[in-house]
């Protein structure tokens, strides 16, 4: 049965990366970056917030074109409000499959850390966009940003995300089973 997998989390926390390395795992699974779609948008930066809910409208699309030839969808998007995850979970219950909502848990620290390697070593065209909009003194903010949805989400699964890329990756291909 094919699977809808969200990996939510702050930016800068792993989500596209680990997000990439789950879906290569599974045979024609899509790793689907919403953010990627968004900066295929022509003049998008112009008007970020229009662009960034058609991007939203146009990966629904695409994820609903895999789900139902049968493949898996794996994303990776940092949402701190709910309405785009009813979406996802609204689409998987469409196609009758499995949704799996995750997230990566890091503490501010760590992230301002890992936000601080990216700002000085880009390795994807759209990390120097986004170094723009988030620096290492968000951390705190885009942490607690987040907390919510562990009252407004309990049926999301936590993932401890602070050690190595891999030891994530391992943790979260866990929690898929």
């Not at 024609?28 to 990627?36: V, Y």
């Not at 990566?104 to 994807?124: E, G, I, K, N, Y």
């Not at 890329?165 to 979260?172: F, G, H, I, Y």
């Amino acid at each position: 049965m094919p699977r809808l997998v969200l990996i939510n989390g702050a930016p800068g926390s792993g989500k596209s990366t680990v997000a990439r390395a789950v879906a290569e795992g599974r045979h024609l699974a899509l790793a689907l970056d919403i953010d990627g779609v968004k900066h295929s948008l022509g003049r998008w930066d112009t008007d970020p917030a229009a662009s960034g809910l058609q991007a939203r409208r146009l990966s629904l699309a695409l994820a609903e074109c895999h789900l139902a030839a049968g493949y898996d969808v794996v994303l990776g998007q940092y949402l701190a409000r709910t309405p785009f995850i009813e979406d996802l979970e609204t689409l998987a219950t469409t196609h009758g499959v499995r949704f799996h909502e995750l997230v990566l848990d890091l503490d501010s620290a760590t992230l301002a850390q890992r936000l601080a390697l990216r700002a000085a070593a880009p390795t994807r065209p759209e990390h120097e966009v986004n170094n723009l909009l988030v620096a290492p003194d968000d951390a705190p903010r885009l942490v607690a940003s987040l907390e919510p949805l562990r009252r407004l989400r309990p049926h999301a699964t936590w993932v401890d995300a602070g050690g190595s890329l891999e030891a994530t990756v391992k943790s979260v291909r866990a929690a898929l089973g």
